[in-house]
C-alpha cells in the first residue's frame, strides 16, 4: 500500500531564505506526483506536476524534482516571501488507478 | 467556468439528515473526483468519474454515501443519515482525462451537530 510522508510537519524561515520541503513515498509505481499548495481555509491549488518520466518541472522560484529509485520528491522555493505561507502537500498519481495518495502536509510560515 | 466549483461552501446539518454536496467540473474535464479532508490532514479519497461512470468508488465509507454524475458534468455528493464524524472538508477536483493533473475546487465545510 502506497503511503506519502512529509517532513518537517511544519517549517519556519525568515523572508528570503531558500528553502527545501521534502515528500517521500514507499511505491515507486507512480504515474506521477503533484505539488498543492493551501492556503487557511481554502481549496487546493495545484503548484507543479512531474510525471514520472520527468526528474524536475520549474515554475517561477519553485522547482520540484523526482527520484522515484529514491522514492522522493523535493519542492524548492527560492527567495521565499510572507506570501508563500501556506500548507504545502504532495500527491502521487499511482500506475494501478487514479486515486491521489497525500502527503499530511507542510505547514510553511515565512516571517517578514 | 474558468475553475471548479462546489456548493454550498459550508453546510450545518443535524445528526440523521441527508445532504447534497455541488460540484461543477472544468469544463470539457472528463474526470472528477471527490475527496474529503479532516483539519491537518491530507485529503482522503471516496470516489473517481470517467464521464457518467464511477471507475473507482472503493474510497466511500459505507453506503450511507453516494455520488452521481448523469450528464458527464456536474456531479452530487449524497450523504444519508449524516453522522457527527462526517464532519470534514468536502473537495471536488477535475481533470482532462484523469492523468494530467487534478484540479480543486474551494470545498465544501460540512458540519454535523
Keep these: 500500500k502506497q503511503e506519502v510522508t512529509q517532513?518537517?510537519?511544519?517549517?519556519?524561515?525568515?523572508?528570503?531564505?531558500?528553502?527545501?520541503?521534502?515528500?517521500?513515498?514507499?511505491?515507486?509505481?507512480?504515474?506521477?506526483?503533484?505539488?498543492?499548495?493551501?492556503?487557511?481555509?481554502?481549496?487546493?491549488?495545484?503548484?507543479?506536476?512531474?510525471?514520472?518520466?520527468?526528474?524536475?518541472?520549474?515554475?517561477?522560484?519553485?522547482?520540484?524534482s523526482l527520484d522515484k529509485s529514491s522514492g522522493r520528491s523535493t519542492l524548492y522555493i527560492a527567495a521565499s516571501q510572507p506570501g508563500?505561507?501556506?500548507?504545502?502537500?504532495?500527491?502521487?498519481?499511482?500506475?494501478?488507478?487514479?486515486?491521489?495518495?497525500?502527503?499530511?502536509?507542510?505547514?510553511?510560515?515565512?516571517?517578514? | 467556468g474558468a475553475g471548479v466549483s462546489q456548493t454550498p461552501s459550508n453546510k450545518v446539518t443535524e445528526k440523521g439528515k441527508y445532504v447534497e454536496l455541488r460540484c461543477d467540473p472544468i469544463s470539457g474535464h472528463t474526470a472528477l473526483y471527490w475527496y474529503r479532508q479532516s483539519l491537518g490532514q491530507g485529503p482522503e479519497f471516496l470516489i473517481y468519474f470517467q464521464g457518467t461512470g464511477a471507475a473507482d468508488d472503493s474510497g466511500l465509507p459505507n453506503d450511507r454515501f453516494f455520488a452521481v454524475r448523469p450528464e458527464g458534468s456536474v456531479s452530487t455528493l449524497k450523504i444519508q443519515r449524516t453522522e457527527r464524524g462526517d464532519s470534514a472538508v468536502y473537495l471536488c477536483a477535475s481533470s482532462l482525462n484523469g492523468r494530467e493533473g487534478q484540479f480543486f475546487g474551494p470545498g465544501t465545510r460540512l458540519t454535523v451537530l
Design chain 1, 7 to 64: 517532513i518537517p510537519a511544519a517549517l519556519s524561515v525568515p523572508e528570503g531564505e531558500n528553502l527545501v520541503l521534502n515528500c517521500s513515498f514507499t511505491d515507486s509505481a507512480i504515474y506521477n506526483l503533484q505539488w498543492f499548495r493551501q492556503d487557511p481555509g481554502k481549496g487546493l491549488t495545484s503548484l507543479l506536476l512531474i510525471q514520472s518520466s520527468q526528474r524536475e518541472q520549474t515554475s517561477g522560484r519553485l522547482n520540484a
Design chain 1, 84 to 112: 508563500d505561507s501556506a500548507t504545502y502537500l504532495c500527491a502521487a498519481d499511482m500506475d494501478s488507478n487514479y486515486q491521489l495518495i497525500w502527503g499530511a502536509g507542510t505547514k510553511l510560515i515565512i516571517k517578514p
